[in-house]
């Protein structure tokens, strides 16, 4: 995808977007992170104000793929911090979205990983361990599911069900 932009893909492939099977982020997320394109198979978590199991899954190997995490779109509080951005670095995730906040914001813009998030906050999140695990998740106006695919560059974010090639 390094070479295609998420444009691109939009202009070459418009029955899959009439059909639904590519569909586009609303426009709400802010960049972080050195890797500004990034794409790859999702896994999904879902959360509210609680990052116990962000850090769980980002201690596993990535493999190159998205975490894409909905965390409720709260704003009161950040559900991802640097470390965990740093181990997902080092553990080969290609990037994480969250519908919700982050923060260490200096040491996440350091990181060659690609995150997304509404905005950053100061506070930090609950650690009780609730949540739910591959599991559907609809925010940003569309719904992801375990092994979509996800495509980011700094025009927005794309979901598909299976690997484009363009």
Not at 44 to 58: A, H, M, P, S, Y
Request: some cysteine.
């Amino acid at each position: 995808m390094a070479l295609v932009t998420t444009a691109e893909v939009c202009d070459a492939n418009p029955q899959l977007i009439v059909s639904g099977e590519l569909r586009a982020l609303q426009p709400i997320f802010q960049i972080y992170g050195r890797r500004q394109v990034f794409s790859g198979p999702v896994v999904t978590l879902k959360v509210f104000e609680d990052n116990v199991l962000i850090r769980e899954f980002l201690e596993e190997k990535g493999n190159g793929r998205v975490l894409v995490v909905d965390g409720g779109g709260s704003l009161r509080c950040a559900i991802l911090g640097g470390n965990p951005v740093v181990q997902a670095q080092n553990n080969g995730w290609a990037g994480i979205v969250v519908n919700g906040c982050i923060r260490d914001v200096d040491e996440i813009n350091g990181c060659d990983i690609g995150v997304r998030s509404l905005a950053s906050h100061p506070m930090k999140a609950n650690k009780k361990g609730i949540g739910e695990k591959h599991v559907p998740v609809s925010f940003a106006g569309t719904r992801i599911s375990d092994g979509d695919w996800l495509y980011a560059d700094t025009d927005g974010i794309l979901v598909s069900k299976s690997e484009l090639s363009v």
